[in-house]
């Protein structure tokens, strides 16, 4: 567990706090005090002090049959997507995309062997798995994350591909490493990815990378697609021109926010024509 950190800097109440937080899960939104403490190990009185100081600091609130989460808990997320700049650079690049496919869009970061949604414009299909803001899932399973895998070593994806996923999803496709090895390699050779129905029924789709100055995988994008109404045909013939266009646009203008010489005023972005 968290508190279980090593060294004189190691802050146990706050590792505790943030243990609380991520004990709420989508399954079980509303917790009792006794749930709590079950969920994360910690004495029922330590849990209570926890909860109440959250409560008001204001990221929980007492309901009836326990506790819940309140929306101020997106704030520390969102503080990550907006210390990178890289919403405010890619969000009219994910319009323009999603304005010319129909398709959700997305883009994610690697996180050990799972990749996180850190930015998101959505179309109203029904999907068979959710995707919000800070949604993981396994890497390996999805095109972003082959992208982010085929950035790495393949020494390093091997050691990232070894920590356990914290996502909590069992995927359709479990291959071996001489599978996965195979699969990397493809990718780092064409520059993009494509998943059909690996990680769960009926999704599938395609992502490409996006750099920072140095030329760097800084993180990856994607068109999401359901099996049922997009072929892998319409994804690569028609949408993956699209996505590489603006997967190139993006990065140029996260090269361009890095450069500025002041990073707290807010860029100009140039629109996709």
């Not at 706090?17 to 009792?32: D, H, K, N, W």
Request: glycine content about 6%; proline content about 7%.
């Amino acid at each position: 567990m968290p508190r279980e950190g090593t060294g004189p800097d190691f802050i146990e109440a706050l590792a505790r706090g943030l243990e609380v937080i991520t004990a709420f899960q989508p399954r079980r939104p509303v917790m009792s005090l006794t749930e709590v403490a079950s969920a994360t190990g910690l004495a029922r009185p330590t849990a209570r002090r926890i909860l109440l100081t959250l409560a008001e600091l204001g990221y929980v609130r007492q309901r009836a049959g326990g506790f819940a989460l309140t929306p101020r808990v997106l704030e520390l997320g969102v503080a990550y997507v907006r210390s990178t700049g890289l919403w405010d650079v890619a969000r009219p690049h994910l319009e323009w995309l999603v304005e010319r496919t129909n398709e959700s869009c997305s883009i994610a970061q690697l996180d050990g062997s799972d990749i996180v949604y850190v930015s998101r414009v959505s179309v109203p299909k029904i999907v068979t798995l959710a995707v919000q803001i800070g949604t993981r899932f396994p890497a390996l399973q999805t095109s972003l994350g082959k992208v982010l895998l085929a950035a790495l070593t393949p020494e390093e994806a091997a050691l990232t591909l070894a920590e356990p996923s914290r996502s909590g999803l069992v995927p359709v496709w479990r291959p071996g490493r001489t599978e996965w090895e195979a699969e990397l390699r493809e990718v780092r050779a064409r520059g993009w990815a494509v998943t059909d129905e690996q990680l769960a029924r009926g999704i599938r789709s395609v992502a490409a990378p996006l750099r920072d100055g140095s030329g760097r995988v800084v993180a990856s994008v994607n068109v999401n697609a359901h099996a049922a109404e997009t072929s892998v045909e319409v994804l690569l013939n028609e949408y993956l021109p699209l996505l590489l266009q603006a997967a190139g646009e993006i990065s140029v203008d996260f090269a361009r926010l890095e450069s500025a010489p002041d990073r707290t005023r807010p860029s100009s972005v140039a629109t996709t024509p």
